[in-house]
């Protein structure tokens, strides 16, 4: 009784093809040969994708993202660690509204969070600097990596710590040997998140990006209002690419299904 | 602290604050003081001569709320959310429930392709749409093909919502798949030992206990579509506008910052209004049943 009926099937069929078509679809017009979108049936080429090499400003863009979104992951795991471990330990005067704040961009639009950017930038004068864009993205991709920390650090048997202890270990002995291998798993998955979250992001980052800054969303987003050519297919195509094989790192890492849904399937 | 084991560390009391200082410090200059300038800017006013001027008052609230044209884009905006919102329930529901009935095997691998475009970013996936829907796109070439008559589907509302719905299933499957978890199945065979239809299951048994799952899920989808930018900007062209591309155009187009963000304050308080009233109903519901 707990299986699905034919009608169920068709639905959870038409429900996948829905979610997977326009992936699929951009996938397939990169490798076509015309001038125009249409599937590689009339013929196949590689031509699109070797126009985005000789574009640039995407070449930039790309260096770009990868770079931010390196420096962003990197730097948010350097916070939400110790964040994290407090957090998740120790109870202290002031912990729920840190906790609450440190969540708080999953609450405010990243729309929101742009426009305050751009306006704290401009009052500061540091428009177009990468350093406050690296800092941006690390306030935004920060919560997703803090959650995971305090998962990993909630899940910790506390028992190989104590006797570490006992046996005359010190407490930063105790964190390099005991406490940090046993949740670099969920911290590796974090920064792993938090890299594609800062690569993929778009509405904040349109707002604080100049013309030397600008991410690959960003770029992507600008050209795809202006003009619509298969060259759109193939970036999307190699982004596709790049975050399915962070994805797979992530699987092997963590788990998708315990990053998407928080637990095992 | 109620845990013994955890106590035996003895923390110096400063401890938590020095390892949640970078943290806070971070949040601190990068969350409450662009916000707090935000909501500043708002009561300022533009003048295209001098650019911002430093008065204080409500006049930008009042253009927003006094003119039909910014009301009309609220109004569309909030449309197409529920909408959206809508549409997300009827198929992300009983897509959960239908993972939740297939064999662990099945269920592992679909999940995953239902909730993996999640981490595709939200250009590639308007780009697809846009593709699929343009005037010479891939759905009109199929009418085509079969003889009848292409479609305006692209810069209507119509692509908007479909695109929406693309990209916010997932927060509806995962709170819903996450309830259908919690549920324990010995309940719903006792339902049906005592002969009780599959749909008084349903009925009785699934939809009760998968509810809060649905509305957690709606919240998250209505709050993300009303502020979504990069679908309306794609697909809905440069005259169908909603509240997010319509900041974006004054701060980058009209260069009229203090509206932007009166519009983007209006946005953030309307979200958390949103967000507080879905905590108060969850605290209702386990006073309820705690107590």
Redesign the interface.
Known sequence: ????GPI??L??AL??T??????V??CL?AFTAQD????PFAGASLRWFKAVFEHPDFLQSFYNSLQLALMSATLSV???L??G???G????PG?DA?NG??L??L???????G??????FS?MGITGSFFWLV??H??VI?PYV?RMVLAAVMGID??S??AA?SLGAGPWTVFRRITLPAILPGLSGGWMLAF?NS??E??MS??VTTPATVTL?VR??MY??ES?DPM??SV?AL??LI?GG??LILDRLYG??RI????R? | ?SDP??S??K?K?S??????A???L???T??????L??AL?AFNSYDDSVGIKSTYDLHNYLAIFGDDYYLRIFWRTFWIAGLTTLICVI?GA??AY??S??S?KW??F???????????????????????L?A???IN?GLQALGMAPVKMLYTSGAIVVALV?VM??FMV?PV??AL?RLD?TVEHAA?SLNASQATVLRRILLPQVAPGVLSGSLIVF??SA?A??IP??LGGRRLKMV?TT??DE??GSLN?PL??SI??V??VA??II?MTYNRILERRYSKTLG
Not at chain 1, 115 to 120: D, H, Q
Not at chain 1, 260 to 263: D, K, M, R, T, Y
Not at chain 2, 30 to 35: D, F, I, Q, R
């Open positions: 009784m707990r299986s699905n169920a099937l639905f959870h429900v996948v829905f979610v997977l078509a326009p992936l679809l951009v017009v125009t979108l249409s599937l350097c916070i939400a110790p964040a471990l407090a957090l330990r120790y109870r202290f912990r840190l704040l440190f708080s961009p609450i405010i639009p990243s729309l929101v969070l426009v305050a950017f751009m306006r704290m009052v800092v941006a690390t306030v920060t803090l506390r028992s710590e104590q202890q594609i690569f993929d778009l509405t349109i707002f969303p992507m987003y795809a209002t619509i759109m297919a999307s982004m596709i975050t962070a994805m998708l299904d998407l849904i928080g637990e399937v | 602290m084991a955890a035996s560390l923390p009391r401890l938590p604050y020095i390892l949640t970078p943290a806070t971070l949040f601190a990068m969350v409450l003081v662009p916000l300038l935000t800017l198929v009983p897509e239908v993972l009935r297939m662990r269920r592992a679909f999940l995953i392709v239902i909730l993996a475009p999640l981490l595709v970013s939200v250009v590639v996936r308007a780009f697809g749409w846009s593709m699929l343009s010479d796109g891939l070439h693309h299933l997932p995962i798949w996450t978890q199945p049906l709050g993300l502020s930018f990069a900007g794609l997010a900041v974006y701060f980058l910052w932007g963000a983007a304050i946005l953030l979200n958390l967000m």
